[in-house]
């Protein structure tokens, strides 16, 4: 049923594209002013209906990911009222996850739990192959203590600070992942204004003035934390819905994170912060207008890039769904829209100008001075991440009879390369 749904929306929201684009091109040189009006109001609701129906079919999809989950058999896991027998025999005891999972459905006590159970728990990693890289053993006085979380609930949280934060994305931009946060020093080097020269004459010695030399610079990425704060779990929603439960958890703490890291690498500071993209990256076109851009004007910051990074793979536009929606009405000099919507039934992604963007909703809208679109060569940007993310559970009198979840992590992101992304600043 569900993929019958998301047939029908995919056709659906091509054909508002479709509708929305002819309706559009109603209005010419000689329409007034007045009935032009009305006429971009009824593309704006028709977008709407567009981007709504884009946002119902991501929420299936995300539902039929979920199912799939849910419908893998897992033979560690007991199933119906089955009863985890404690037992001596290593073959035979239950691993981390499972005993997690009780925890979660045993009123929040460890008392419920078996003495095996609350050892494979307290332990955090003996019993489950439980790398210490990929957890928190979060450090308390409180009389309960920390746990650690499944492996499961991790996957789930970077999938989500993925979709969430597109600067975050290995598939974008450079990521260099690292198991310690010690400085790490990145050279850097700029020759794309060199060639070559023409052979001296027979005999003549090649020229060695130093003119041609290298010139290489330096970089340096550090570490820096961030914390999704503690989210509060009831004991209700731990009981009555497990496996939901780790999806529910493993999202919010993406989100969260996502969020975070994908602000601090897109306008981070650069001091005792990342240096974000869009801070980092050098003047390309300083429109005209404080609250609009010209097809002129994408030109102009396409063509501020040097040849050389615009045939990276890498190469795209980025700027946020405001900008976006201000550009899917700009056409060329022979009437066609920039926006090319794609084929959401084939899976094309929509492009701008024939290129790849992303929505960035970290950067900044039209408005007087700001930075509203980069174009270049993302694969320039590096994204240092430091081991991966890093969750822990805790239950305490704060939280009782419910429990507390957090998550950590540690990066930083630098422009390499200057020259390779520019921006458009309005006036």
């Not at 980092?280 to 609250?291: C, E, K, P, R």
């Not at 097809?295 to 890039?305: A, F, G, K, P, Q």
């Not at 991966?388 to 009198?397: E, M």
Request: proline residues 5%; glycine residues 10%; contains cysteine.
């Amino acid at each position: 049923m569900s993929k019958a749904r998301l047939k029908e929306l995919r056709e659906k929201q091509a054909n508002i594209a479709t509708n929305a684009r002819a309706k559009y091109d109603e209005i010419t040189d000689d329409t007034p002013e007045e009935r032009a009006s009305e006429i971009e109001t009824e593309f704006d609701a028709m977008m709407s209906d567009y981007d709504k129906i884009g946002k119902d079919i991501e929420r299936l999809e995300r539902s039929e990911r979920a199912l799939d989950l849910i419908n893998q058999p897992d033979p560690r896991r007991p199933l119906g009222n089955d009863i985890i027998v404690p037992t001596n025999d290593p073959g035979n005891a239950p691993d981390y996850r499972t005993v997690f999972h009780s925890y979660l459905g045993a009123q929040g006590q460890l008392g419920m739990l078996s003495p095996e159970e609350r050892a494979i728990l307290q332990a955090g990693f003996a019993e489950a192959d439980v790398k210490p890289e990929h957890r928190a053993q979060t450090s308390s006085t409180n009389s309960e203590g920390g746990f650690t979380v499944p492996e499961e609930l991790q996957n789930i949280l970077i999938k989500s600070m993925a979709m969430w934060g597109p600067m975050y994305d290995a598939d974008i931009c450079t990521t260099i992942n690292t198991t310690s946060g010690n400085n790490l020093p990145m050279p850097t080097v700029n020759d794309t204004a060199n060639t070559g020269a023409a052979a001296p004459a027979q005999g003549t010695t090649l020229t060695d003035d130093g003119g041609k030399d290298v010139t290489f610079g330096q970089k340096q990425l550090e570490s820096y934390s961030f914390d999704t704060e503690w989210i509060r779990v009831s004991l209700e929603l731990a009981q009555d819905s497990i496996f939901a439960m780790e999806e529910l958890l493993g999202n919010l703490l993406g989100e969260r994170l996502g969020r975070t890291a994908n602000s601090q690498l897109t306008t981070g500071t650069g001091s005792s912060a990342p240096n974000g993209i869009v801070t980092a990256s050098s003047l390309g076109v300083t429109a005209a207008g404080a609250n609009a851009i010209t097809w002129d004007e994408t030109i102009d910051l396409e063509h501020s890039v040097d040849p050389a990074y615009r045939q990276s793979p890498k190469c795209r536009w980025m700027f946020n769904d405001g900008t976006l929606k201000a550009l899917r009405k700009l056409k060329d000099g022979d009437g066609n829209y920039l926006w090319q919507m794609g084929d959401v039934t084939k899976g094309v992604p929509a492009s701008f100008n024939g290129r790849p963007y992303s929505i960035n909703q970290a950067m900044a809208s039209l408005a007087t001075g700001n930075k509203t679109m980069l174009f270049g060569d993302f694969g320039k940007y590096f994204v240092r991440k430091v081991g991966t993310v890093l969750i822990g559970a805790l239950q305490d009198k704060d939280f009782w009879p419910g429990f507390g979840v957090a998550g950590y992590i540690r990066f930083d992101g630098e422009l390499g390369d200057t020259a390779a992304v520019k921006h458009l600043i309005q006036a």
